[in-house]
């Protein structure tokens, strides 16, 4: 089933895929990119002319000369603009689980909330209007860009459900198809090949003037991989040359590696496709060095490590190769701003100890806010290959956030912008949000006259597929884990005196 004409007609797509023509935001306080200096530039009362899709000055002044006739002007003054953020790391379908798996580790995860349990339960409006709930939900607080690891491709009617959602919202999704194998439907990586052509031969067609792009993702490149069938998905990634592959990348007790070693040996890694890595949460050494010589990226995805106990344990050593990213967006926050002042707090932590447990003083901070920024903004664009994303400069696609840092109560007082935004702002402050220079947000609220009857279809989706898995009995664990290892239970914390006290009850 083909979702695109029927939701085209209901969303109405003209409200959001207007003509962008020129716009002039001005007087505010830019956090911009100096190619020069490789470094950010604070230009303050100056302004930011946006033409089509791109950014086509970047002025020191708030009124420069010589505007394109017709080009409207938008008042920042006193406002903080900055490049959208980048999220390297998503599975947008999952909206509908919102607020039932709190408390969920990643083994429970696996066996209850993942695509292969999901599969014969969600039909293709249930993937469409959650992922189209989603992508508005990421947009609201100022992500634009995101690399969606697809895995609703169970079908040819839930993958084109995903992928056209991703299409009308108006985000810059990076919409990776994933191969796997859906024994419960008997549905396997070698089956989707011809979906994949498919949608790769139609790929203009489909995506229009939308900035949505087409990637893979693959999560069996070994370390006991299928060859012939991973070879086979690394001839579709070269023949297509798609914007990016992705894969989970764990190792440790998980035995879920796709280390970067593992997938040198198909001939991707030094191609000119990206790959993003993602958590990456037991890479050695060795893999790390050809991260770095490859120019590959991992995506940290800070809370959901923490939430699901993979662990970052390397990671706070990769981040010059290293980008954020959100996962499982039903299960926490949704924005990269919070991810971004989570981890920047947990690597400052991390390396104070290292102090503290020689028993020294530490003295300066581990890390800057500035570095936070870069992370959660041109460090994405650059996972991606795409300099042309997470700044703000000539040339620039026209991905950007405006931070009311006027009237808002958390920045009042602010003088340094960097940590306005990433120490203080919350998504309350973001006031207008542009997409290839096309307004998604503006006066804080979401751009598109239908978003009501969406939120009421999502809610009508998502209330049918929140009671199925109540209904579902939550999974026991006994003998080895899959990968080979036994398991272990966690000291559970109580924060009341007393005996059972209520530490596992959700209210559902």
């Known amino acids: 089933m083909r979702y695109r004409s029927f939701i085209f007609g209901a969303l109405g797509l003209s409200d959001i895929f207007v003509d962008a023509a020129s716009t002039l935001l001005s007087g505010g306080t830019i956090i911009a990119w100096d190619d020069s200096a490789n470094y950010l530039k604070i230009i303050r009362n100056g302004s930011v002319l946006v033409t089509d899709d791109r950014i ?32 390297t790391h998503r599975h947008g379908w999952q909206t509908v689980f919102k607020t039932i798996a709190s408390n969920t580790s990643l083994t429970e995860y696996f066996s209850r909330y993942g695509e292969f349990v999901a599969a014969d339960k969600f039909t293709a409006d249930d993937v469409y209007i959650s992922q189209l709930a989603g992508l508005y939900e990421a947009m609201n607080g100022g992500v634009t860009t995101l690399l969606d690891h697809a895995s609703h491709t169970w ?5 084109y459900a995903g992928f056209n959602a991703s299409i009308d919202s108006g985000a810059r999704v990076f919409w990776a198809f994933a191969f796997h194998n859906i024994t419960s439907l008997n549905y396997t990586a070698s089956d ?51 914007s990016v592959m992705t894969t989970h990348s764990l190792a440790g007790p998980w035995g879920i590696s796709n280390l970067p070693s593992e997938v040198q040996q198909f001939d991707i890694l030094n191609g000119t496709v990206p790959i993003v890595f993602s ?62 002042r989570m981890w920047l707090q947990s690597v400052r932590l991390h390396f ?13 901070s581990p890390m800057t806010v500035n570095q936070a920024f870069l992370l959660a903004t041109r460090s994405g664009g650059l996972a991606l290959r795409r300099p042309d994303l997470g700044v703000i400069k000539p040339g620039a696609k026209a991905d950007l956030v405006v931070w009311d840092a006027e ?9 340094d912008p960097v940590a306005a935004i990433i120490m203080h702002a919350n998504v309350g402050d973001v006031l207008h949000v542009l997409v290839d220079g096309k307004f998604v947000k503006r006066d804080g609220k979401i751009v598109n006259s239908d ?3 969406i939120r009421k279809d999502f809610l009508k989706s998502a209330k049918k597929i929140q009671s199925i898995w109540k209904q579902t ?15 272990g239970t966690p000291l559970t914390v109580d924060v009341q005196r007393g005996k059972d006290t209520g530490y596992g009850t959700q209210f559902l």
């Not at 708030?62 to 409207?72: C, E, I, R, V």
């Not at 447990?357 to 003295?363: A, I, K, Q, R």
């Not at 009237?407 to 003088?415: K, V, Y």
């Open 451 to 453: 978003y009501p009857n």
């Open 407 to 415: 009237n808002s109560p958390s920045m009042l007082g602010w003088d």
């Open 473 to 487: 009995p939550y999974p026991t664990y006994e003998g080895a884990y899959s990968s080979g290892y036994g398991y």
């Open 56 to 87: 086509a000055s970047v002025n020191a002044n708030p009124q420069p000369s010589k505007l394109p006739p017709g080009t409207k002007v938008i008042d920042i003054s006193n406002q903080i603009l900055t490049p959208g953020f980048v999220d």
């Open 155 to 159: 079908s040819s009617s839930t993958s």
């Open 192 to 242: 989707q090949i011809p979906l994949f052509r498919e949608m790769a031969a139609n790929k203009e067609a489909l995506v229009g003037d939308s900035p949505t792009e087409l990637g893979v993702a693959y999560d069996s490149w070994g370390p006991n991989p299928n060859v012939n069938e991973a070879q086979d998905i690394a001839d579709l990634i070269k023949e297509f040359n798609v």
């Open 279 to 340: 958590h990456s949460s037991f890479i050695t050494a060795d893999d790390l060095q050809l991260l770095r010589s490859t120019n590959q990226y991992i995506s940290i995805t800070a809370e959901s490590e923490m939430q699901y106990g993979h662990g970052h344990p390397h990671s706070y050593d990769v981040q010059d190769q290293a980008a954020l990213g959100i996962d499982t967006h039903f299960t926490y926050s949704s924005d990269i701003l919070t991810q971004t």
């Open 352 to 364: 104070y100890n290292q102090v503290l447990e020689n028993w020294h003083v530490p003295t300066y």
